[in-house]
């Protein structure tokens, strides 16, 4: 695999975000990769790695499993 090179795969930020750190999952109740995720708790492990003040989110994906994926993005 090719090195990450700046300006190609990424972007530095000039200065930093404000608020409060987080660390964002999408996943969907139709994917089984989620459901192996959330089986075997990896959230939790995760978070107790995260630095002190960093907050771990998780958001359902709605283009996955047709009209029924809405309805359970907003439940």
Do not use: C, N
């Amino acid at each position: 695999m090719a090195p990450y090179s700046e300006g190609r795969q990424y972007s530095t930020l000039k200065q930093a975000v404000p608020g409060q750190p987080q660390v964002v999952r999408f996943f969907s109740f139709f994917e089984p990769h989620s459901y192996q995720f959330d089986l075997w708790d990896v959230d939790s492990a995760i978070s107790q790695s995260l630095p002190a003040g960093t907050q771990a989110v998780a958001y359902h994906v709605d283009f996955m499993g047709g009209d029924f994926a809405s309805v359970l993005s907003q439940a």
